[in-house]
């Protein structure tokens, strides 16, 4: 009996995947929970399980293709086994037999759009059947109304749309349709973005569009901490089987100085502000693939210990694209450490809805003077502190950052929460 396997739910907000990479073949056995295909989505990297043990009869789509929710991707014969040499992958199957995808003729197009086509070309105002269809079964892809807007003067006004078009950029016209031009001889690679990078890009994009974004900095003497940690960080890791790090107490601190000052741990809503009395904090983890920002939920009750076995996990199944959808949602506040790659300075970005996010940076050895006039050699860091200035004032702003250095610089203040 064939299975249908289709696009699996992805988690809240998420309708829509990209085909990744195909990892069985048409002709291949696969036992339950083998890994089938790759989908990316614009939070994780996901596989698809089968459900049942036989034999991949048919594959439906593409790497490469954007598929909603539900979606059919291939089918298995349950219960046969593999009797001939796989096939070729899909991908290179599609390029054998059709080395460019050409528009579906209007008698073999398939007309019911995907709620993503759909609502770019509702975005766009215009009619998404008069689109050249290059998608499977003469379905016309958010790409193909993309390449139809790039010529505007044959774009066909919606008949639905009698209000005026959005005056927001749509996510998709982020990156702007380019007009073709030649490969340079002495070598070009070009690969086409992934949905992680689009949507990475999007979001950035957004901030800087709707927030009144700016940024403050300070600088923190982190020669208390350094010494602190060195004592205790052999007999921690011991006890906790964790390495004693930076972050937890720059966590730690955040928190303190978010209970203080609670617009920077609030957000816009319409025309409401929503302050929030938990502190999920999300903490920035660079991958291969792009930037993403795991959550740590309730961190105001989280121990040295749990926060620093938290954040160790996420970068090891970030890297290895193991996180969930839920561990990437939510969030009140974002941490980001560019020093870890050697940045001395830089203004983050704000990680919409959240109205604030820090950056820390490298420690570097800098003569410094103290209240008695008394030069020393310090171990500096820079630190900024990003914000939208709609909700949040230069003096709160200011005072979160101060705040966050006494705690750093005094780490004894955040044992006693003082």
């Given at each position: 009996?064939a299975k249908?396997?289709?696009v699996?739910?992805l988690g809240?907000s998420?309708?829509?995947?990209t085909?990744?990479?195909?990892?069985?073949n048409?002709g291949?056995a696969?036992?339950?929970?083998?890994?089938?295909?790759?989908l990316?989505?614009?939070?994780?990297t996901v596989?698809?399980?089968?459900p049942?043990?036989?034999?991949i009869?048919?594959?439906?789509?593409?790497?490469g293709?954007?598929v909603?929710v539900?979606a059919l991707l291939c089918r298995?014969e349950?219960g046969?086994e593999?009797?001939?040499?796989?096939?070729?992958?899909?991908?290179?199957?599609?390029k054998e037999?059709?080395?460019?995808?050409?528009?579906?003729?209007?008698?073999e197009?398939n007309?019911?759009?995907s709620p993503a086509v759909?609502k770019?070309a509702?975005?766009?105002n215009?009619d998404?059947?008069?689109?050249?269809?290059t998608?499977?079964k003469?379905n016309?892809t958010?790409e193909?109304?993309?390449?139809f807007l790039?010529g505007?003067?044959?774009?066909?006004p919606?008949?639905?749309?009698?209000?005026?078009?959005?005056?927001a950029?749509?996510?998709?016209?982020?990156?702007?349709?380019?007009?073709?031009?030649?490969?340079d001889?002495?070598g070009?690679?070009?690969?086409?973005?992934?949905?992680?990078?689009?949507?990475?890009?999007?979001?950035?994009k957004e901030a800087?569009?709707t927030?009144?974004?700016l940024?403050?900095?300070?600088?923190?003497d982190?020669?208390?901490l350094m010494?602190?940690?060195?004592?205790?960080?052999?007999?921690f890791?011991?006890?906790?089987?964790?390495?004693?790090?930076?972050?937890?107490f720059f966590?730690?601190?955040a928190v303190?100085?978010?209970k203080?000052?609670?617009?920077v741990?609030?957000?816009i809503?319409g025309?409401q502000v929503?302050y929030?009395?938990y502190?999920?904090?999300?903490?920035?983890?660079?991958?291969?693939?792009?930037l993403?920002?795991?959550v740590?939920r309730?961190?105001?009750?989280?121990?040295?210990?749990?926060?620093?076995?938290g954040i160790?996990?996420?970068?090891?199944r970030?890297?290895?694209?193991k996180l969930?959808?839920?561990?990437?949602?939510?969030?009140t506040f974002?941490i980001?450490?560019?020093?870890?790659?050697?940045?001395?300075?830089?203004?983050?970005?704000?990680n919409p809805?959240?109205s604030?996010?820090l950056?820390?940076?490298?420690i570097?050895?800098r003569?410094?003077c103290?209240?008695?006039g008394?030069?020393?050699?310090?171990n500096m860091?820079y630190?900024?502190?990003?914000?939208?200035?709609?909700?949040?004032?230069?003096?709160?702003a200011?005072?979160f950052l101060?705040r966050?250095?006494?705690?750093i610089?005094?780490p004894?203040?955040?044992l006693?929460d003082?």
């Amino acid at each position: 009996m064939a299975k249908d396997i289709v696009v699996p739910t992805l988690g809240e907000s998420v309708s829509e995947a990209t085909v990744n990479s195909w990892m069985k073949n048409v002709g291949e056995a696969v036992a339950v929970d083998d890994p089938i295909v790759e989908l990316e989505t614009d939070k994780v990297t996901v596989e698809v399980p089968s459900p049942v043990a036989g034999v991949i009869t048919e594959i439906v789509v593409e790497e490469g293709t954007d598929v909603e929710v539900g979606a059919l991707l291939c089918r298995i014969e349950e219960g046969a086994e593999a009797t001939a040499a796989p096939a070729a992958p899909a991908k290179e199957a599609a390029k054998e037999e059709a080395p460019a995808a050409a528009p579906a003729p209007a008698a073999e197009r398939n007309e019911t759009l995907s709620p993503a086509v759909a609502k770019m070309a509702a975005e766009n105002n215009v009619d998404a059947s008069q689109a050249p269809a290059t998608g499977p079964k003469g379905n016309v892809t958010k790409e193909d109304v993309q390449n139809f807007l790039s010529g505007n003067a044959a774009a066909v006004p919606a008949a639905s749309a009698a209000a005026p078009a959005s005056s927001a950029v749509p996510a998709a016209q982020t990156f702007a349709p380019a007009p073709e031009r030649p490969m340079d001889p002495r070598g070009e690679e070009r690969v086409k973005l992934s949905k992680l990078r689009k949507v990475i890009a999007t979001r950035l994009k957004e901030a800087q569009n709707t927030a009144a974004m700016l940024t403050t900095f300070n600088e923190i003497d982190m020669t208390a901490l350094m010494d602190l940690r060195n004592e205790y960080k052999e007999s921690f890791q011991k006890k906790h089987d964790v390495k004693l790090g930076f972050m937890s107490f720059f966590v730690k601190a955040a928190v303190t100085a978010l209970k203080e000052l609670p617009a920077v741990n609030a957000e816009i809503y319409g025309d409401q502000v929503i302050y929030k009395n938990y502190y999920d904090i999300g903490i920035a983890v660079g991958t291969p693939q792009g930037l993403v920002v795991p959550v740590l939920r309730d961190c105001d009750k989280l121990s040295f210990a749990e926060i620093e076995a938290g954040i160790a996990d996420f970068g090891r199944r970030a890297r290895d694209g193991k996180l969930t959808m839920a561990e990437m949602q939510g969030g009140t506040f974002t941490i980001t450490n560019g020093g870890i790659f050697g940045s001395l300075m830089s203004t983050p970005i704000l990680n919409p809805p959240q109205s604030g996010i820090l950056g820390m940076h490298k420690i570097q050895k800098r003569p410094i003077c103290d209240d008695q006039g008394n030069i020393t050699v310090g171990n500096m860091m820079y630190v900024a502190h990003s914000y939208d200035h709609r909700i949040i004032d230069g003096r709160e702003a200011v005072t979160f950052l101060v705040r966050l250095k006494e705690c750093i610089e005094d780490p004894q203040r955040l044992l006693i929460d003082v």
